[in-house]
């Protein structure tokens, strides 16, 4: 039987229900794109991180709760939302390793966010509020819905993947990149200006966008090209 990639993927933690959790758009887009996901759980120190990196061939960063803002050296204001120390911690340890080892990671959503902020860079800790309320950033139902454009760099990757100008994307986020890392290249950003995507040149591949491509894989060939552009790389 032929091998396929083994992308491990950070959990979902909620706290209501003292539970570990996945949406399915994570599992089924990675599966889609041909590798085998597995979620994580979750873990607190550097030895169970190397095990879990021994064991995967790239890491997806999920979507979740605000970063926290001790992270990226700033004050938590009462604009920022729910904090997730568990992740906070698990994601630096396993971003390190990828780091130091090259392995592929993709970032969605918090995931953009988590990146810049370990990088080096910081966060809008609430876009209306602190950025801009022009454009709709956090969506209603339905999640896979395109409610803005996002413009894409012509001499990214991304627009070598796509090779298109403007996308339509879904949108469900309040946090956002407000300074980037200079370790980080800009990919395509909102008609508004906020970075809608990002990859570090000096790495195989670490890319991360802001929209959802769990949501939209199905019906959105840029979604699941993404994913698929992932898979390749971990191969």
């Keep these: 039987m032929k091998k396929v990639p083994v992308i491990g993927v950070v959990p ?8 570990y959790w996945m949406l ?3 599992l089924n887009g990675i599966r889609q794109a041909g590798a085998m996901p ?21 890491f997806l960063f999920t979507g979740g709760q605000d970063v926290d803002p001790a992270v990226y ?4 204001t009462e604009l920022c939302g729910e904090c997730c120390p568990e992740r906070d911690t698990m994601e630096k340890l396993l971003f390190d390793i990828a780091m130091k080892r090259d392995i592929p990671v993709l970032g969605i959503c918090r995931g953009i966010q988590f990146i810049n902020a370990c990088l080096g860079g910081t966060l809008w800790q609430d876009i209306p509020t602190q950025f801009s309320d022009k454009l709709t950033h956090c969506q209603k139902p339905p999640y896979n819905k395109p409610v803005h454009d ?35 290249k800009r990919m395509a950003s909102a008609p508004d200006g906020l970075v809608e995507a990002v990859y570090a040149p ?4 670490l890319w991360a966008v802001q929209w959802h491509p769990e949501f939209s894989y199905e019906s959105d060939k840029n979604s699941l090209l993404v994913f698929n552009a992932f898979v390749e790389k971990c191969k």
């Design 150 to 184: 996002v413009m894409i760099d012509r001499d990214s990757p991304l627009y070598e993947l796509l090779k298109k100008e403007c996308i339509a994307v879904n949108s469900y986020h309040h946090q956002g990149v407000r300074e980037l890392s200079p370790e980080l």
């Design 73 to 76: 050296g700033a004050e938590k």
């Design 38 to 58: 597995i979620m994580f759980p979750v873990i607190d120190n550097n030895a169970d991180a190397e095990m879990l990196a021994d064991m995967c061939d790239g």
């Design 24 to 26: 399915p758009g994570y």
């Design 12 to 19: 979902l933690i909620d706290y209501t229900k003292s539970s």
């Design 202 to 205: 000096d790495h195989k591949f």
